[in-house]
């Protein structure tokens, strides 16, 4: 089968696509923006430019280019129209009416809640004609995703904003699932350093300070003020040192350097700047612990689940009773909602390096029965049967 691909928040996709090709498909994977987090060579280094002829760089789209018709626009149609179907992800849904292919929609966040909702519109004041294309470009957003055969979403109940975006389109239980995987081909398991201070690293973004501002949405808020009051609640507990590494990223990062510091934590802060997916990867070997999100609104992505894979402990509000949709084992991430289980869960870590041990295999073990991307591509060519 000819598979093509649009969209590629974080790689996403783009793995899924690997894994397609790995089934012995032809993949035609269109790369439609600069930013690193959506490049295939900033996460896989054996792939550099110029591409592979499978991989088709069209960047950098506007969302002038998805609102009104174009030259740019009509290229890219062109080379989806040539596949038997195709995938569609970030404003990828904008383009279905054009290509006319039975299509599965991967929705991962603000594609559906901020570009496939009309309410969102009201934080833009800059013109008419920024309002017009911002207008097109939901407009055409939300009747890609009603012409959907599938669509990707969280698990119902995750975000009840997104689900009644859904309701409203018209993807009902009959058409909705949800992929959640990473990328164990790939990401190989490490063994654990046991540093002599046991090295913490977090891969959520910092972005927790309420209420929700324009633009964010409940899922962007990782409740990183838990991770840190954990951490901080751990160290006068125990009295042990951490080395604990954190990235300069998310809108709320001067809050979260004071909370640093009035945690008496400063001085066992390594900060980082942002990083490619590749560098991520490099700090989960060097890491014995990793962090992910600890909101109550969101939901372990792909970084946590590449922390597992490469047998890494995971610390997370990993939302056990929706994982348990997807698996029929119980989740081995360290489930921590609040300051007191973070620091629960650094004492078990930190006392038993078997426990530590332990916690890595089981993770790794759980990633790779439940959550392959080769199992997400399985399901989505079982999705393809049914429309090709």
């Known amino acids: 089968m000819k598979i093509g691909f649009y969209g590629n928040t974080n790689n996403y996709p783009f793995m899924l696509a690997l894994a397609l090709r790995r089934l012995g498909h032809d993949v035609q994977f269109i790369v439609d923006q600069s930013?690193?987090?959506?490049?295939p060579e900033y996460r896989y280094p054996e792939i550099s430019l110029p591409y592979p002829d499978w991989i088709h760089d069209v960047?950098?789209?506007?969302?002038?280019?998805?609102?009104?018709?174009?030259?740019?626009?009509r290229n890219i149609v062109k080379i989806l129209r040539s596949c038997d179907a195709v995938v569609l992800n970030q404003f990828g849904p904008t383009l279905l009416p054009l290509i006319g292919r039975p299509a599965l929609v991967l929705l991962t966040g603000s594609d559906l809640l901020f570009y496939a909702s009309h309410a969102e519109q009201r934080i833009w004041q800059e013109g008419l004609l920024h309002k017009l294309t911002l207008h097109a470009l939901v407009a055409r957003q939300r009747r890609g995703i009603r012409m959907s055969n599938a669509t990707s979403y969280f698990w119902k109940g995750i975000n009840p904003e997104g689900d009644a975006l859904l309701d409203d389109l018209g993807i009902g239980d009959d058409r909705r699932f949800f992929l959640l995987m990473t990328d164990v081909d790939r990401i190989q398991p490490t063994p654990l350093p046991f540093n002599s201070l046991p090295r913490i690293f977090c891969v959520a973004r910092f972005v927790w300070k309420k209420p929700i501002r324009p633009g964010f949405t409940r899922q962007d808020y990782k409740g990183s003020d838990v991770m840190i009051l954990g951490l901080g609640l751990f160290h006068r507990k125990t009295l042990?040192?951490?080395?604990i590494h954190l990235v300069r990223k998310g809108v709320d990062l001067d809050d979260i350097v004071k909370l640093v510091e009035s945690e008496g934590l400063?001085?066992?802060v390594t900060w980082h700047d942002e990083?490619?997916?590749?560098?991520?990867l490099n700090q989960y070997r060097l890491a014995d612990i990793v962090f992910d999100q600890m909101g109550e609104d969101s939901f372990v992505g792909m970084g946590g689940l590449d922390a597992m894979a490469m047998a890494r402990p995971l610390?997370?509000?990993g939302r056990p009773e929706y994982m348990s949709l997807s698996s029929d084992e119980p989740s081995p991430i360290c489930q921590a909602a609040t300051p007191e289980e973070v620091c629960n869960q650094l004492e078990r870590l930190t006392a038993s390096r078997e426990e530590r041990q332990r916690v890595a295999d089981a993770g790794?073990?759980?990633v790779q029965q439940f959550f392959s991307s080769d199992h997400s591509a399985q399901v989505c060519l079982d999705l393809f049967g049914r429309f090709v």
């Open 240 to 243: 042990m040192p951490l080395d």
């Open 35 to 39: 930013d690193k987090l959506d490049r």
């Open 59 to 73: 960047s950098r789209v506007r969302f002038r280019h998805y609102a009104w018709p174009n030259l740019r626009r």
């Open 266 to 268: 400063t001085r066992m």
């Open 364 to 366: 790794r073990k759980y």
């Open 275 to 280: 990083m490619s997916q590749y560098e991520v």
């Open 315 to 317: 610390i997370a509000n």
